[in-house]
């Protein structure tokens, strides 16, 4: 009885150790999770902040708090939000840059007129610059291009499942959305595409318009009409 008693006393410990092991790990899981969720909720957060920058995202996506199978889950997923992320940093830095405003301006002709050599590059330059972010921003919305970046760290399906659930959340666009998003770069390309007409029409026509008073005036009420033309159709885009 008493050997029968120790042998259950040594099952007993056994079994609380190993419930423990279990334990343990499903807590550690829990918080391995948490910890990946919390760092894409500050990139969120830091996203829609004024200051926000790719310095500052670098810092937070190159620093991986998590370990064995999460951080690999981890890693991808924040390879992934850097990439994309640089491509909307470039786009919003194209956009944002005061030349693109100031092509059409009588500033702008004088500097660079009759000719416009420097202004035509600029066009042709920024219009294949985005064409081509449009193109990469594109490409990164896929499920596939997705994907891609956890399929490179493991191969362990309940990891690529918490990657997917993971940008599901916070990545996925919905079809408007997408169409929304390529269109507006397409208007922008538009804008540029137009404003080169208007240069090509000012170089053609060099030696038929002038600057007087920060104003540009033509020789013929044609070229007025004309000139005027492009002008409308560029608020209308």
Known sequence: ???KSKIGSIIGGIILIIALIVGYFYINDANQKTK????????EKMSKASDF???????????IVTSGKYAKVEKAAKNFASDIFRVAFEIRDILGDEKIQKVLTADNYEADGPEFAETKQYLSDTKTKLEDLKTQMVEFLKEEKINSYIEAETKDSSSIELY??????????SDSQKNELETSIDKVISMLSTEEEVINFLVENKGKWRIQGGQILFDTNSLVTKYNGYIQK????
């Open 1 to 3: 009885m008493k050997g």
């Open 36 to 43: 990946i969720v919390e760092e894409f909720t500050q990139i």
């Open 164 to 173: 997917r659930e993971l940008l599901k959340k916070d990545i996925q666009m």
């Open 234 to 237: 560029l608020r209308i885009l």
């Open 53 to 63: 920058s790719m310095e500052k995202l670098n810092e937070k996506t190159s620093n």
